[in-house]
């Protein structure tokens, strides 16, 4: 038996705002969304969402959507890393090259 989080993954994903939004708007409605990086690029939110909130942001067009990959994916990758990357300077350089392939 599939569990619920099997039937609906929470993915990681870019954000990109439409011509008509900005990501102040996008943070200041009730989306709950978890937002994971904000700073790298200010043009762009990278969250983890349900399908339903990537749908909603879509029809909405408040955002290209961009799928990384569950956070499953991700949170088993990191898991897997040796433990003296996890903490490394350049942790976030090396999430960011995680969360483009």
């Known amino acids: 038996m599939a569990s619920t989080q099997d039937q ?13 939004s900005d990501i ?6 009730p989306l709950g969304l978890d937002v994971w990086e904000r700073k790298r ?3 762009v939110l990278v969250v983890a969402a349900t399908e339903g909130q990537i749908s909603e942001l879509e029809r909405r067009r408040l955002a290209s959507v961009e799928r990384l990959c569950t956070v499953e994916e991700f949170v088993s990758e990191f898991q897997s890393r040796p433990r003296d990357q996890h903490d490394a300077k350049d942790t976030n350089e090396s999430d960011e090259e995680e969360l483009q392939r």
């Open 8 to 20: 609906n993954p929470r993915w990681v994903v870019r954000l990109r705002p439409t011509p008509d």
């Open 24 to 29: 102040d708007r996008l943070l200041q409605m």
């Open 41 to 43: 690029d200010p043009e």
